[in-house]
């Protein structure tokens, strides 16, 4: 599982979210249809209760490892999916300028007992 945390420039969290919903999610939900990514979750927090401060929190609940560290199929997708790479390139760029902070967490779920 990552769990990826995004902290936008003020006024700026709903353009970013635009954003990765047109510019990156759809290459994710491909991911989730062929089965390389099991669930796809945004957060975003409903009180800001101190540190770190984030505005979106994004967990990605991957098939395995393997599936993860794919980045050459990720790649192909995204070139499938915006015919127009320029444009989607700029796009991704705004979206990464809009981003303050970005952090990413891997996790391995563990029993409880």
């Known amino acids: 599982m ?3 945390y995004y902290k936008m420039a003020p006024g700026k969290a709903d353009e970013w979210l ?3 919903r ?3 999610l759809p290459v994710l939900k491909q991911r989730q249809r062929e089965g390389r ?3 796809i979750v945004i957060y975003r927090p409903f009180l800001h209760q101190g ?3 984030w505005d979106f929190k994004v967990i ?3 098939l ?3 599936a993860l560290g794919d ?3 990720f790649d192909a997708i995204e070139r499938r999916l915006y015919p127009d790479w320029d444009a989607h390139q700029r796009a991704e760029r705004h979206r990464w300028e809009i981003t303050v902070k970005h952090w990413d967490d891997l996790m391995v779920a563990m029993p409880a007992d």
Do not use: G, K, N
């Open 71 to 73: 980045r050459t199929h």
């Open 2 to 4: 990552v769990e990826s």
């Open 51 to 53: 540190e770190p401060a």
């Open 64 to 66: 395995d490892f393997a």
């Open 60 to 62: 990605l609940t991957y």
């Open 18 to 20: 635009e954003l990765y």
């Open 22 to 24: 047109t510019q990156h």
């Open 37 to 39: 990514i099991l669930q």
